[in-house]
């Protein structure tokens, strides 16, 4: 049982540089979401999506692209890295439950430097 | 708009004794979920309690207890008989329709520390 899981884990990118931030999840969960999470600071959220085909905006989503073409998947695409992207990633999943059973799984995490 | 307030930056809390960490909230969804997550220094995101909005009763979770006061927007995360393992940050977060779909916001934690 994967759970959510998110590669890399960690990675290094020069400014300017462009890369895809992998997530998937075996729960046939339709919730989504991408969060980054600076050093000390708590978790704001840069997309989320409800289902295949569907995502939105959260609150941080300058400098990334998602999209979501199945249940499963849900990359972050980081185009022309900033060092102000420098950060930990996380994605998360949860169903469409209500109550104790619609918290969210986490990934592990990615940590990614952009110098 | 949706919004989580965590105004504790940092706690201590002496082992075995209970501590309350503050979380206030936000929002114009009358359907909504709480939420508390903790996360150690090895940085994976743990799931505690959870309280809905319609909850009549406030959640309970072995050691864990949420004072919910749904009137005052608040939901407080109560631990008793503070352990070692309990050093780490505490994030308080909340499910609420915000201008669109469901989502799920953080607010920015408080760090507890145990003393022995």
């Known amino acids: 049982n994967a759970g959510v899981t998110q590669t890399p884990k960690f990675r290094i990118l020069k400014i300017g540089q462009s890369m895809t931030l992998q997530c998937a999840q075996d729960?046939?969960?339709?919730?989504m979401y991408w969060y980054r999470q600076d050093p000390g600071m708590g978790l704001k959220l840069i997309y989320y999506?409800?289902?295949?085909?569907?995502?939105d905006k959260g609150e941080v989503p300058n400098g990334y692209n998602v999209s979501r073409s199945t249940t499963e998947d849900f990359p972050l695409r980081l185009e022309l890295a900033a060092p102000s992207q420098t950060s930990v990633y996380f994605c998360?999943?949860?169903?469409?439950?209500?109550?104790?059973?619609?918290?969210?799984?986490f990934g592990s995490g990615t940590q990614l430097s952009v110098l | 708009a949706q919004k989580i307030t965590q105004t504790q930056p940092g706690m201590f809390v002496q082992e075995k004794e209970a501590v309350t960490l503050d979380c206030t909230y936000d929002?114009?969804?009358?359907?909504?979920?709480l939420f508390w997550y903790k996360q150690p220094s090895s940085g994976e995101m743990i799931f505690l309690i959870y309280?809905?909005?319609?909850?009549?009763q406030n959640a309970t979770e072995g050691r864990y207890s949420l004072n919910f006061q749904k009137a005052r927007k608040s939901a407080n995360l109560v631990i008793s008989a503070s352990q070692l393992g309990d050093s780490a940050m505490y994030f308080c977060?909340?499910?609420?329709?915000?201008?669109?779909?469901?989502?799920?916001?953080f607010g920015i934690g408080t760090k507890l520390q145990v003393i022995p």
């Open positions: 998360a999943s949860s169903p469409p439950d209500r109550g104790p059973r619609e918290k969210l799984f």
């Open positions: 729960m046939n969960h339709n919730y």
């Open positions: 999506s409800v289902g295949a085909g569907i995502t």
């Open positions: 929002t114009s969804d009358p359907s909504y979920g």
């Open positions: 309280q809905g909005s319609y909850d009549q």
């Open positions: 977060a909340m499910r609420a329709n915000s201008g669109g779909y469901q989502k799920v916001a």
